[in-house]
């Protein structure tokens, strides 16, 4: 059973690609899958529309209320609950100027993943997921801010 929930953009190529990855990499064992596209899913754990805009979360479903990472962190922190990741995420974390550029990075290939990446037509569910029924109500793109 999944220790940890992943909430991702089930419309964005980049991030079902990730999810994907995932998928073959763990099997289910470490991590379920939530689209953002899932508002009643996303109100369960009392996050909302505006919350998804700030990018994907992970949530350690032992400590859900305290132990949440989102958007760099939290790709940190998957990385960490991966075979070696631990290693890896260190030798990033210990580099000066690396991590703070990472997390810029985070941001620009967050807000431009669908002009960078493109969009599905339709929704994604991971196989591990809590899945959206069909009253899932999608909101097609986040707010775009303001330059």
């Not at 505006?50 to 989102?70: F, H, K, S, V, Y």
């Not at 002009?115 to 097609?140: A, I, P």
């Amino acid at each position: 059973m999944a220790t940890h929930l992943i909430i991702y953009d089930g419309i964005c190529n980049l991030c079902v690609n990730f999810v994907k990855a995932l998928e073959q990499i763990d099997g289910g064992k470490i991590f379920s899958y939530l689209p953002m596209q899932d508002l009643e899913g996303l109100s369960k754990w009392q996050i909302t529309v505006a919350d998804c805009e700030l990018g994907m979360l992970l949530i350690d479903l032992q400590a859900p209320a305290t132990n949440r990472w989102q958007g760099s962190n939290a790709a940190e922190q998957i990385a960490k609950l991966l075979p070696l990741g631990n290693l890896a995420v260190s030798f990033y974390q210990f580099l000066p100027g690396l991590k703070p550029l990472g997390d810029l990075t985070y941001i620009q290939v967050r807000d431009n993943r669908y002009q960078l990446f493109g969009k599905r037509d339709q929704l994604y569910n991971s196989l591990y997921s809590e899945v959206c029924d069909t009253n899932c109500k999608q909101f097609s793109t986040l707010p775009q801010k303001a330059q």
